[in-house]
């Protein structure tokens, strides 16, 4: 079997995928490359069963599939259902509803849900890289609209200044080229939670873009800050501004509003990790991102710290 398959459409995938010996034998190739690894202890002497399915450790002695240590283990959920669900949730632009994916699929709407919320905490990246070169920074904030709020929940400044009531901060930093983004979900929009990200994340001596916003005064010291006054209707000057992370913000909130329509201060991390895999990785084909998402299945999420309080 190659390593990996080109998947034109759904079509393609769920003909190719037609039953769980071969989707097993794909997550093999794509988790082992061919070399079978122990999940428990790492060991890579590993034998076969004839059944093409199962693997025996020679070092630990535990049998295990292609499955263990993966979103889909203790999943009752084929997995070419899996599969569907992975490449419809990372090839839609703005995603796609557990209602929805339910019905494509024919599960309940729990276990879609579920399922995709798996899928977003796959895809996350885990260990980004440091930015350089040109670097947008801006903060925005989700929580729906005030019309649709009773009136003293409504837009307005909590008591610090550094939020909205009922609204959950989105900070978001957007490397220009090549371009990538890394969205966090802070408690607030202040200086003291922004500049330790900021800092974590963009490499010293990189151009810094942000508009005025007092808590990013002081970075002109690791940084070439440059600020875009907003409050003086400056937008542009020269190849400084912000308008491709806030781009990245529109297309955030369409998403959210038109296909989820509410979203959880609680689960707000793991959509903004969906919509950036999708954003990392938009010049690459449908089939691609579907292999790269797979090749990271090892991240598991339980129903129990999913629904944890």
């Given amino acids: 079997m190659s390593k990996t398959n080109n998947f034109k459409s759904i079509l393609e995938l769920m003909t190719h995928f037609s039953d769980e010996k071969t ?33 025996k450790c020679a070092k630990c002695r535990k049998q295990f599939t292609a499955r263990v ?15 569907v669900a992975i490449y419809l949730a990372t090839s839609h632009k703005k995603g796609i509803s557990s209602m929805q994916l339910s019905r494509d699929i024919d599960v309940t709407q729990k276990t879609s849900w579920f399922m995709l919320h798996r899928i977003r905490e796959m895809i996350k990246n885990s260990s980004p890289e440091l930015l350089d070169g040109e670097i947008e920074a801006d ?8 019309s649709n709020k009773h009136k003293e929940q409504r837009k307005i ?5 550094t939020g909205y009531v009922n609204m959950a901060p989105v900070f978001t930093i957007l490397k220009r080229s090549p371009r990538m983004i890394v969205s966090t979900v802070v408690e607030e929009a202040k200086g003291e939670i922004l500049k330790p990200i900021i800092r974590k994340s963009i ?41 491709t992370v806030e781009g990245f913000f529109s297309l955030l909130k369409r998403g959210i509003t038109g296909i989820y329509h509410f979203v959880s201060p609680k689960h707000l991390q793991r959509y903004c990790d969906e919509f950036s ?24 999420l339980t129903y129990e710290r999913l629904i944890k309080k």
Avoid at 35 to 41: A, L, N, Q, S
Avoid at 139 to 146: A, P
């Fill in 203 to 243: 490499k010293a001596g990189s151009t810094l873009i942000t508009d005025g916003f007092g808590g990013y005064h002081g970075l002109n010291k690791d940084y070439q800050h440059e600020i875009i006054n907003h409050a003086q209707d400056e937008f542009v000057r020269g190849n400084f501004h912000t308008n």
């Fill in 23 to 55: 989707c097993l034998g794909y997550l093999a190739e794509m988790r082992w490359n061919g070399k079978p690894k122990c999940p428990h202890c790492k060991c890579e002497k590993i034998y076969s069963f004839s059944d093409s399915k199962r693997y």
């Fill in 139 to 146: 903060e925005t904030f989700i929580g729906g609209k005030n």
């Fill in 157 to 161: 400044l909590n008591e610090k200044g």
């Fill in 69 to 83: 240590k993966t979103i889909f283990e203790d999943s009752k959920i084929p997995l070419q259902k899996w599969f």
């Fill in 277 to 300: 895999f999708r954003y990392n990785t938009r010049e690459m084909s449908e089939s691609g991102r579907f292999n790269l998402a797979l090749a990271q299945c090892d991240s598991r």
